[in-house]
């Protein structure tokens, strides 16, 4: 086995094609090439293309459950008796290797994937592989192995697997063996993982494109020598476009309205059934600009008491009756360790939100908080307006602007 994951997958696979992010181990849930052969009729290339064999809907909860930091029991599929035996316990982890003949074949599982790569494996090498692990790991006899092959692993192969090549986003030619491509997957992926590219790691974080005058907004409400009110009008401005830019990812239908010139424009309604959620005391000072931009929106409050980087508690809330009917503006400028978000969250979804419909909106936002929260709910969008370095030993975030509420609401003492 290699050093790295994405090695190790290269080398263990038996030469048609991997594709990633991915799971060790998770071959089993979409079959491999034997069981492919065994569910191809010898009439398939006249029938639609169903595949029976493969439990796609137990791939897609599988991989949903790791995204949400759940451990999960994979089957493993016993070629000799052909069917689902043991389980087999895999941890989430930062990286999902998804492996597997066939695995773009569905556009739902070529969706939860942020890079698809192709394995050019030449026919030959494929066929001997084959020939070694059939005939030593499953113990089958060679002819069987090689009528099987020309009869259905072949033109199946030809038919259905080669064509899902299109879909890659990488092919690598030669396989395992090309050591440049698998460095460059590796260094990829390593890039990925780091802190400042995480809008790519996380497709639902929107940080709000910068310009100079945000940049001069946030230099003024991070300098601590900025007084209250100027830290006021600042940070206004900023959660302005910030509510403005989260709203953008409302649903939308499209509408036509008549001109006064009489001509038609074809534009888009709004998004109904909205609310806000703010939580206490920060939040409340997001209220201003999302009742600015959505006239008598319903706003709901949470009270979440923070003690260091644990021991939230959830002390107050009241929320419109019909919130889960609703899609969610949830505000709090700061995202620090993010257990406060978390707490707010998890008591929208034991409302009945669906975590699709939660838009968090906040000012700046700690690398470590928007792990915690995306990994958790990876459903829901976060939109802020900068990312941050990191946090303190006190847990608060660097730079920062120091306590957001006491600055905004003039009850720091200086
Ligand atoms: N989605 C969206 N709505 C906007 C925007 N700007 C203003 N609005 C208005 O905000 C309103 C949404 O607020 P809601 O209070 O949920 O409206 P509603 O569903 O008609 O009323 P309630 O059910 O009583 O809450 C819509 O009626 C829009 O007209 C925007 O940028 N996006
Ligand atoms: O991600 P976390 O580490 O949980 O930190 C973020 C929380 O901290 C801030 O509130 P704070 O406790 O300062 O209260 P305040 O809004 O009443 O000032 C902020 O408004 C968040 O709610
Ligand atoms: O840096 C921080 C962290 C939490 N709350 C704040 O107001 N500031």
Redesign the pocket.
């Known amino acids: 086995m290699g050093s790295t994951p994405v090695e190790d997958m290269i080398e263990a696979s038996s030469g048609a094609h991997f594709s990633g992010f991915h799971i060790d181990g998770m071959q089993p849930l979409n079959s491999l090439a034997g069981q492919l052969a065994t569910s191809l009729s010898e009439n398939v290339h006249k029938q639609p293309f169903i595949i029976d064999a493969f439990d796609n809907e137990k791939l897609l909860s599988t991989v949903e459950m790791l995204r949400h930091g759940k451990t999960v029991d994979i089957p493993k599929y016993d070629f000799r008796s052909y069917k689902n035996s043991i389980s087999r316990r895999v941890n989430p982890s930062d990286v999902i290797i998804l492996e597997g003949i066939l695995i773009f074949h569905d556009p739902r599982i070529r969706e939860i994937m942020n890079m698809k790569i192709f394995v050019d494996t030449d026919a030959d090498v494929r066929l001997a592989r084959r020939i070694r692990r059939d005939t030593g790991e499953k113990g089958r006899d060679i002819g069987m192995v090689l009528d099987q092959y020309s009869k259905f692993v072949k033109p199946a192969f030809d038919d259905f697997i080669l064509p899902t090549k299109k879909y890659a986003d990488i092919i690598i030619p030669r396989g395992g063996d090309n050591h440049v491509a698998i460095d460059l997957i590796v260094q990829h992926i390593r890039t990925k993982l780091g802190q400042h590219d995480l809008c790519k790691i996380y497709p639902n974080l929107y940080v709000i494109h910068s310009t100079f005058q945000i940049r001069g907004m946030h230099t003024l409400i991070r300098d601590a020598q900025t007084t209250k009110h100027d830290f006021v009008f600042y940070a206004d401005r900023l959660i302005r476009l910030v509510v403005e830019h989260g709203l953008g990812h409302l649903p939308f239908t499209e509408k036509q309205v008549v001109t006064p010139t009489g001509s038609v424009y074809t534009g888009v309604d709004f998004c109904k059934r909205l609310c806000g959620v703010s939580?206490?005391?920060?939040?409340e000072s997001m209220e201003n600009a999302l009742r600015a931009c959505c006239k008598g929106i319903k706003i709901g409050k949470i009270l979440?008491h923070?003690e260091g980087?644990n021991g939230?508690q959830l002390i107050y809330e009241k929320l419109p009756q019909d919130i889960s009917d609703r899609h969610v503006l949830l505000l709090?400028?700061?995202?620090?360790?993010?257990?406060?978000?978390?707490?707010?969250i998890s008591l929208l979804l034991k409302k009945g939100v669906p975590e699709a419909n939660i838009i968090f909106l906040n000012l700046i936002s700690?690398p470590q908080?928007v792990h915690v929260v995306c990994k958790r709910f990876p459903r829901i969008k976060i939109v802020t307006s900068e990312i941050e370095t990191g946090?303190n030993q006190e847990?608060r975030?660097l730079p920062g602007m120091g306590?957001?509420?006491?600055r905004y609401?003039g009850t720091d003492d200086e």
């Open positions: 939580v206490i005391r920060s939040g979440i923070r980087d939230q709090d400028p700061i995202l620090g360790t993010g257990n406060s978000a978390v707490q707010a700690a908080g946090l847990f975030v306590e957001f509420g006491d609401f």
